[in-house]
């Protein structure tokens, strides 16, 4: 079970010197550590026996098999025990990594996350998804591992760059297509606060009813199947690329008028609405990632999120051979 609080940075100190242990691991990204030298410090100097700091590399760089095996042997090498307790300070990537890292230490310790970004806020610290990269795409190695606790202080999203608050963006607008409630919000005056605690409530809510993605976890996936291509073979930040899934998974299924209210709300968003596949593309290498895709169900199907209506998604099956077909019918190709 995980707590989610909204704090300062200072309160954020408080709760993490009451967690029960005697060692403190820290998984810090190296922009953060830069960035917000005091913190740091602060959370460097926590009144414990012991404090162990291993700096990240920044952002996804930091998701690989080397420096997995970095983080481990250095803790490891720091005569840790299964009382540790490591708590990570980034955006989503960080807390892949870092919890990845907690769930492979000594079988698996406890941790928790400070989340920087809208996209960690909202979603990837969220839920207990851990992981790295393969040369082969996006978060194929990695497993579960429940954070106890996610310490938001929403200050952290005032240093952000654009690219990285339009990453945030695109989740939190796969969330109001996923959810009535979230939608309905969005249609009147509402705070960024209040969004972002709509989506991770409803994020939190709908991965402790189905923890291992056995049902409606997958719903969480709108988007993500030409998404992670997207941001796999053009570079493009995560949640623009979810974004940019979901116009063309919706294409894929005819949802005209949901794609017309998605460019509305990329608008609203102050999106760069230039679509990264308008251009004659390689399918076949864009396929390459998707048939290594997670969602892939057996070496004939895959399985995709339609949106009938907003609120209302479906998990549907769907032949390689369709898939591909209609993908290229969205892309005149």
């Given amino acids: 079970m995980t707590e989610i609080y909204r704090l300062n940075f200072s309160d954020i100190l408080k709760k993490i010197e009451k967690i029960e242990t005697d060692t403190l691991l820290l998984v810090i990204d190296k922009k953060i550590d830069e960035l917000y030298v005091g913190p740091c410090q602060s959370l460097k100097n926590i009144d414990r026996h012991k404090v162990i700091t291993f700096i990240a590399q920044e952002g996804e760089s930091t998701k690989n098999f080397s420096e997995l095996e970095k983080a481990l042997e250095f803790f490891l090498k720091e005569g840790i025990h299964r009382k540790a307790h490591l708590v990570t300070f ?84 796969k969330y109001i297509f996923l959810s009535d409630d979230i939608h309905y919000l969005t249609q009147g005056d509402f705070t960024p606060g209040e969004l972002f605690k709509s989506c991770a ?36 930040p995560h949640g623009m690329a979810v974004f940019w899934g979901m116009f063309y998974e919706l294409k894929l299924f005819g949802r005209d008028e949901l794609v017309d209210e998605l460019l509305e709300y ?21 396929m390459e990632y998707i048939l290594k895709d997670k969602k892939i169900v057996n070496q004939n199907e895959i399985e995709l999120i339609d949106i009938p209506k907003i609120g209302n998604p479906l998990i549907t099956k769907m032949s390689l051979k369709e898939f591909k077909t209609r993908f290229k019918r969205v892309l005149n190709v």
């Fill in 266 to 286: 990329g608008h609203a968003f102050s999106f760069p609405l230039k679509e990264p596949l308008e251009q004659i593309v390689n399918i076949d290498k864009l």
């Fill in 90 to 173: 980034g955006g989503g990537a960080t807390s892949d990594f870092g919890g990845m890292v907690a769930s492979l230490l000594l079988r698996g310790i406890s941790w928790s996350a400070i989340p920087t970004t809208v996209l960690s806020m909202v979603d990837a610290s969220i839920g207990g998804k851990v992981g790295i990269n393969s040369t082969s795409g996006k978060n194929l190695v990695g497993g579960f591992h429940l954070p106890d606790n996610i310490f938001i202080d929403e200050s952290f999203v005032d240093t952000l760059s654009i690219d990285e608050k339009h990453s945030g963006d695109g989740e939190i607008i």
């Fill in 201 to 236: 409530d409803y994020k939190l809510k709908i991965t402790e009813e189905d923890f291992k993605e056995s049902g409606k976890r997958k719903y969480l996936n709108l988007g993500h199947t030409i998404g992670h291509a997207i941001e796999s073979e053009y570079k493009y």
